[in-house]
């Protein structure tokens, strides 16, 4: 008997067929189309926040622009470099309907007033030197305004902080910013691994020069304003004068006094007076002074009996920098002790050799390679891998550079 012929098979259902291949990432990160991708930009009023939403709405983005009103604008409108001024939402929100898109501006003046003014008057209080900028990156910006953005559906925030991410098989990486000059790292070592996997930085492959170039393109009326270079809520740059409109009273008046225990003038605070100081220590010099030794600096402030010492630039020497409240930037955590590392003291500064010393609750020791000068407890140390010098590990908060002049 001969079988009969077999039947083909019955083609499959739609609902079995071989699965598509995924979506692609788009220029962001996320695998879903652009249109569909909502982009919270923080939007200062400047020429970098503001070509930052117009490079994503250009793409094709869902752009939303939000402004900070951080304190009462009325004392800085008129002050030229100074960010988050009156001004400065005025130029956000022309910036806004210039591209069509969304803006928002969100009163934050009492958790700016909370978190970062009132932080900056005790720190000069205690004889420190604050850096406000990062503390307001760290808090109201990074942590506030972010959740901010999530309240709103955004898949991610954008800032335009010339700063670069990159995605590894171990979460993101924050990298210096490609222009050496505009790098902005230092300011965003307190940058958590949760807070990097929802941030963007757009412009970090830029320089000042192309992002101005773009400005103009899209005809940006900020295209030629000037960079902020005050701290927003003291745009005359005196800082005493903030802090004693914030603490009345607390200030007091005290005598400067040579290492040598020579008492050579007073003072009206020592909020007047920052480490490594020179120029208007309001002194004269010492008699029978060793010529030698130069100049004299701003070695130590001591808020307990108001005194603000004074020295030769020798004498600022430091070898040993003590952190706390560190940060870092990488999941693993602190580096550990013995590990070669690169850091950066000032924003100005280069990053320097360094080692861990220790680590313990929080807090980080680190030993520099060659001693450095003028180290304020209240700054910042953004610390970055020794064998990658673009990659930020984190860093943390300066409370002691001891001076071997005042440890002897």
């Known amino acids: ?54 490079l994503l709405h250009e793409q094709g983005y869902e752009v939303i622009g939000i402004t900070l009103q951080l304190y009462d604008h009325g004392v800085a409108v008129q002050a030229k470099g100074a960010c988050c001024a009156g001004v400065d939402i005025h130029d956000a ?41 990062v503390k307001c990156n760290q808090t109201v910006k990074f942590s506030d305004l972010l959740t901010t953005a999530r309240d709103l559906g955004a898949d991610c925030l954008a800032t335009g902080h010339y700063v670069q991410r990159f995605d590894t098989a171990a979460g993101p990486v924050l990298h210096r910013g490609a222009d050496a000059g505009k790098d902005q790292s230092y300011f965003l070592f307190a940058t958590t691994p949760d807070q990097l996997d929802y941030l963007r930085f757009p412009l970090g492959g830029l320089s000042k020069e192309e992002t101005r170039e773009l400005a103009h393109r899209h005809g940006l009326s900020v295209a030629d304003k000037p960079d902020s270079q005050d701290i927003c809520f003291v745009p005359n740059g005196r800082y ?56 004299l600096y701003v070695v130590g402030i001591d808020p307990a009996t108001h005194q603000v010492i004074v020295g030769p630039q020798s004498a600022l020497a430091c070898e040993q920098v003590h952190l706390g409240e560190t940060s870092w930037v990488a999941r693993d955590g602190a580096p550990l002790p013995g590990h070669a590392v690169l850091a950066r ?64």
């Open 1 to 54: 008997m001969v079988s009969p012929p077999t039947s083909p098979p019955a083609s499959p259902p739609a609902s079995s067929a071989a699965p598509s291949a995924p979506m692609a990432l788009n220029s962001l990160g996320f695998a879903k189309p652009v249109a569909e991708t909502r982009v919270v930009v923080a939007m200062s009023g400047g020429v970098d926040s503001s070509v930052t939403a117009a």
């Open 345 to 408: 003291l000032r924003n100005t500064a280069p990053a320097m050799p360094a080692m861990i010393e220790s680590v313990a609750d929080g807090g980080v020791v680190i030993r520099l390679q060659e001693p450095q000068f003028g180290i304020a407890a209240g700054q910042a140390a953004a610390i970055y891998d020794a064998d990658d010098s673009q990659n930020l590990l984190g860093g943390g908060w300066i409370t002691a550079a001891p001076l071997a002049a005042l440890a002897s």
């Open 93 to 133: 929100r022309t910036v806004a309907a210039r591209l069509g898109i969304p803006h928002y501006v969100l009163d934050y003046e009492s958790r700016f007033r909370d978190q970062v003014m009132q932080d900056f008057a005790d720190s000069y209080l205690r004889g420190e030197t604050p850096i406000p900028c």
């Open 240 to 295: 005493g004068d903030v802090v004693r409109r914030l603490r009345p009273g607390a200030v007091e008046a005290g005598e400067i006094v040579h290492l040598d225990g020579t008492v050579l003038g007073t003072h009206n605070g020592i909020i007047d007076y920052t480490i490594g100081q020179r120029r208007g220590l309001g002194i004269g010099g010492r008699k029978d002074a060793d010529e030698a030794e130069g100049p």
